[in-house]
């Protein structure tokens, strides 16, 4: 079945039934953003990554069924009046909980960069000759001293 043929069948639905499911895939998508959140604020990153593919197919489901409720609207809006309402106010809850999400993701990722810059810094210095030779000139560094360590930026 394809992507249209998906939306048309889910437009067919009746109201509630297409509203019900748009709240349970709201509902499951805000609650898992809520975990990860809470994992990433703990510090627990393996745990928040282990949520990756559930977070994603629970978006993927949802931006389906808000695509089908878009398209379906004037006749939601007329048949299912509070259960548009319901879902457009845990829309923004879902908004609300992905800034927060999205917050402590970059705080997380700052915390990381320093963290690394830190001890490739660390590392480097360690390296240096910290006396001067017989000359009067610092003595050169070991080539078998650590040279450091890199930092992939890109993620």
Known sequence: MTAAERLTALESLD???LCAR????????????????????AGHMREATALTGEKTQLAQDYVTL???????AP???????????ALRRGHEALATQMAENLRVLATART???????DVARA????????????AGQAAKPSTESMKGISINRAL
């Open 15 to 17: 109201a509630e039934t």
């Open 111 to 117: 915390v990381t960069e320093n963290l690394l810059s």
């Open 66 to 72: 808000a695509r089908a409720i878009q398209r379906a």
């Open 22 to 41: 748009a709240e349970t895939a709201l509902g499951a998508l805000v609650e898992v953003m809520n975990r990860e959140t809470t994992y990433l604020r």
């Open 75 to 85: 006749r939601l809006k007329a048949e299912a009046p509070t259960r548009i309402d």
């Open 123 to 134: 590392a480097g210095n360690t390296a240096r000759p910290k006396t001067y030779g017989a």
